[in-house]
């Protein structure tokens, strides 16, 4: 092939912007994903320890820990709001590819979420039974209610 028939072949169209901003949000979902694993791993060792000199500083990493991941959700956001705006700018088939991958992020991204929290506030109830020795706190955790209605049907009569 000659020079002036390579010049000839039609040049391959790039993408829209937005699938950029896709992969982006991706790449911020498998970050939040990696910082959850660590963070999961540091509120284990925090509450199994219970003494000890270090526990102020992994408070602090742990805190850190926490601001950078929520600040990775707002990035998701904000990368998620722009592919939604890109696309409708687009119009017609793209509109609807874009919301369609817009929604499968966004639903991703809140399952995250729910994770975060939950593991969150697991974390602090655990830590606020460590410091108050929370006896009953562990007894809900197992599923057992002392303050429970003793008159309750389960349906088993």
């Not at 590819?97 to 995250?112: D, F, H, M, P, Y």
Request: no cysteine; net charge negative.
């Amino acid at each position: 092939m000659t020079a002036g028939e390579m010049d000839a072949s039609p040049a391959p169209a790039l993408p829209p912007q937005w699938v950029d901003d896709v992969d982006a949000v991706h790449s911020v979902l498998a970050e939040i994903t990696r910082l959850m694993g660590a963070l999961t791993s540091m509120h284990a060792s925090r509450v199994g320890s219970v003494f000890g000199k270090d526990l102020d500083d992994m408070e602090g990493r742990i805190e850190a820990f926490t601001r950078d991941i929520t600040d990775q959700f707002r990035r998701a956001e904000r990368l998620l709001q722009r592919v939604g705006i890109a696309t409708k700018r687009a119009g017609g088939e793209e509109a609807l590819i874009g919301a369609n991958v817009q929604r499968s992020l966004a639903k991703q991204l809140q399952e995250l979420s729910v994770e975060f929290r939950s593991k969150q506030r697991k974390y602090l109830s655990d830590v606020q039974a460590q410091k108050g020795g929370g006896v009953a706190d562990s007894d809900a955790r197992f599923g057992i209610n002392l303050n429970a209605d003793q008159n309750q049907d389960f349906g088993f009569s």
